[in-house]
């Protein structure tokens, strides 16, 4: 059984920064992509960043410049380093990686339960 557990969410002013991180356990042959999803309230959820195992990264146009995102391999970590953070980056973030496991003979795409980051004044 694979878990991704995410940690880092929290309140903040505009302009500030948090870094969230999610880390993935179990059964875990390989992961390939790992990445950062978020949903604002009657919005569809979306991709903010994503790196291959390789370390190549791709942004959301929206926080290009602002974001940084990071993986460690040997831990199957990834972290995403949020900066000079605006209002409408107030959504609930999810941590996503493809994770190949001996038991299922498959990569699959699976999910952390979220968290919420909030930007407000």
């Known amino acids: 059984q694979v878990q991704l557990v995410e940690s880092g969410g929290g309140l903040v002013q505009p302009g500030e920064s948090l870094r969230l991180s999610c880390a993935a356990s179990?059964?875990?042959?390989?992961?390939?992509?790992m990445g950062w999803y978020r949903q604002a309230p009657g919005k569809q959820r979306e991709l903010v960043a994503s790196?291959?195992?390789?370390?190549?990264?791709a942004y959301a146009d929206s926080v290009k410049g602002r974001f940084t995102i990071s993986r460690d391999n040997a831990k199957n970590t990834v972290s995403l380093q949020m900066n000079t953070l605006k209002a409408e980056d107030t959504a609930v973030y999810y941590c996503?990686?493809?994770?190949?496991?001996?038991?299922?003979?498959?990569?699959?795409?699976?999910w952390g339960q979220g968290t919420q980051v909030t930007v407000s004044s």
């Open positions: 790196a291959t195992s390789g370390g190549v990264t």
């Open positions: 996503n990686a493809d994770i190949y496991t001996i038991q299922t003979g498959t990569t699959k795409k699976y």
């Open positions: 179990g059964s875990i042959y390989n992961i390939n992509d």
